[in-house]
């Protein structure tokens, strides 16, 4: 059994009103990979106003869901209608939180 944190987690993606489908490239080649994901609205932050709807995204994952730590170029690719990200494709433009508890947060441009 593992600990109660990623059981959390874990129910967090799964659940169906919560988690979305993207599909993972990393920037440095290699095979795709479907993840899940639990995504938030963009606001205005350090950089400036809140975009348009489908200019920017922000996601959370599990730290379990990739084989490393997501990257700076990084591609995640929506392809289910959703209530943040147009389907499309996405390259991650920041990424916060580095604990395996934590999971990583992800700023996504439109590509």
């Not at 993207?22 to 993840?35: E, L, N, Q, Y």
């Not at 994952?61 to 700076?72: F, V």
């Not at 996405?90 to 395996?100: A, H, N």
Request: hydrophobic content about 40%; proline content about 7%; aromatic content about 6%.
């Amino acid at each position: 059994m593992g600990n109660v944190f990623d059981e959390a987690a874990a129910a967090l993606v799964d659940d169906e009103n919560l988690g979305i489908d993207a599909v993972w490239m990393s920037h440095s080649g290699g095979p795709s990979r479907t993840i899940r994901v639990v995504s938030s609205r963009v606001t205005a932050d350090a950089f400036g106003p809140a975009p348009a709807q489908g200019e920017r995204a922000r996601c959370w994952m599990t730290a379990t869901a990739l084989p490393g730590s997501p990257e700076r170029g990084d591609l995640l690719a929506f392809r289910e209608r959703n209530d943040i990200a147009p389907p499309g494709d996405y390259r991650i433009e920041r990424v916060e939180g580095e604990s395996p508890l934590d999971g990583y947060t992800v700023t996504l441009v439109k590509a």
